[in-house]
C-alpha cells in the first residue's frame, strides 16, 4: 500500500503557472512508475503525464505538451507537475498515482484527495 498526497493547486489567472507536488509514503516508490490525472464533475478521471520509475522517460497527453513538464526526485519520494501558461479548461482536480508503465498507464486503485486547480479567464 501506498499512501499519496498532493498539494499545490490553487486559483491562478489564465497564462499563469502551478507546480504541483505528490508526496508518497512507499520505500519501492523508486521501483515504480507515476502518473498525473485529472477529473472535473460530470467527467472520467482522464490522464495527463507520466514518468518513468529512474525518471528517463516521460508521456504527455497532446493538450498540454509544450505547457506542462512532469519530473520526480527519488530520494523524497516525490513527483511533480510544473505547469505553465494554464488555460481555464485545464480547472479540475488532479491526482497523481503509480502506474503499470508509462505505455500502457494504468492506475492503481488507490488515489489520493487530489488538489483542486481553477484556471479563471
Known amino acids: 500500500q501506498v499512501q499519496l498526497v498532493e498539494s499545490g493547486g490553487g486559483l491562478v489567472q489564465a497564462g499563469g503557472s502551478l507546480r504541483l507536488s505528490c508526496a508518497a509514503s512507499g520505500r519501492t516508490f523508486s521501483t515504480n512508475a507515476m502518473g498525473w490525472f485529472r477529473q472535473t464533475p460530470g467527467k472520467e478521471r482522464e490522464f495527463v503525464a507520466a514518468i518513468s520509475s529512474s525518471g528517463g522517460r516521460t508521456s504527455y497527453v497532446d493538450f498540454v505538451k509544450g505547457r506542462f513538464t512532469i519530473s520526480r526526485d527519488n530520494a523524497k519520494n516525490t513527483v511533480y507537475l510544473q505547469m505553465n501558461n494554464l488555460k481555464p479548461e485545464d480547472t479540475a482536480v488532479y491526482y497523481c498515482?503509480?502506474?503499470?508503465?508509462?505505455?500502457?498507464?494504468?492506475?492503481?486503485?488507490?488515489w489520493g484527495q487530489g488538489t483542486q486547480v481553477t484556471v479563471s479567464s
Open positions: 498515482n503509480a502506474v503499470q508503465n508509462i505505455a500502457t498507464l494504468l492506475p492503481t486503485l488507490y
